[in-house]
């Protein structure tokens, strides 16, 4: 019986430790870089700081600019050459368009993605084509996104001569950082594993006899 019962504890235990192990694994990459996009824009409107911002749209002729849209607008921002080599965040917690961005982003659709530069103009992609994938899986559908990074990668001015007029170029990077959505064997095996970390607790709680003796 004692060796039954050990055999059990030592199961639960094991089963305590990998869901243990799976936990953290899952909670360490949380966070992990998972896609990355380069692009760059341009105008003849230098000496100045750019109004920019990004959305997600259905519709790429939807009429509100990509700074005004409240439901999926990120980085609505103004920037100027010396921010070259920043990285600006956005997340949940200091973007108000980050959850309707990211849910458009990971629907399984080719929406598009528009980004509003500094004289205005709203330039928008596929997001095929925004962030280089395939026709099959145009989007990050099967992440979860936690947070989005924009990359001043280089914003410079400079006079073309044949023009005889500056220009202004911006060149950024959106990178995506999340983790694969676990499967639902996974959420079972945690659970699992749980019930088991239980259990081999109880196993190991002390337990106290009473001996009633003769009176």
Not at 25 to 53: C, D, E, K, M, R
Not at 96 to 111: C, I, Y
Not at 163 to 176: A, G, K, V
């Amino acid at each position: 019986m004692k060796t039954i019962e050990t055999r059990s504890v030592s199961l639960s235990g094991l089963l305590a430790t990998l869901s243990l192990v799976l936990f953290c694994t899952l909670n360490t990459h949380a966070q992990g870089l998972i896609w990355s996009a380069s692009h760059s824009a341009g105008n003849s409107a230098p000496l100045a700081s750019w109004q920019v911002a990004f959305d997600h749209v259905s519709d790429p002729s939807f009429p509100i600019y990509p700074s005004l849209n409240p439901v999926t607008g990120i980085f609505s921002m103004t920037i100027a050459t010396n921010d070259t080599g920043r990285t600006f965040a956005a997340n949940a917690l200091n973007e108000p368009g980050f959850a309707g961005f990211v849910a458009g982003l990971t629907d399984g659709e080719n929406g598009h993605l528009r980004f509003q530069d500094g004289s205005g103009a709203v330039q928008p992609w596929h997001e095929q084509d925004f962030l280089g994938r395939s026709a099959l899986a145009p989007d990050l559908a099967g992440y979860n996104i936690t947070e989005i990074a924009f990359r001043v990668n280089n914003f410079y001015d400079y006079f073309d001569v044949p023009e005889d007029r500056w220009f202004r170029t911006l060149e950024y990077s959106l990178d995506f950082y999340g983790a694969p959505v676990p499967e639902p064997s996974t959420y079972a095996l945690l659970a699992l594993g749980a019930a088991a970390l239980l259990m081999w607790r109880k196993a190991r709680r002390p337990t106290t006899e009473t001996k009633i003796g003769n009176e």
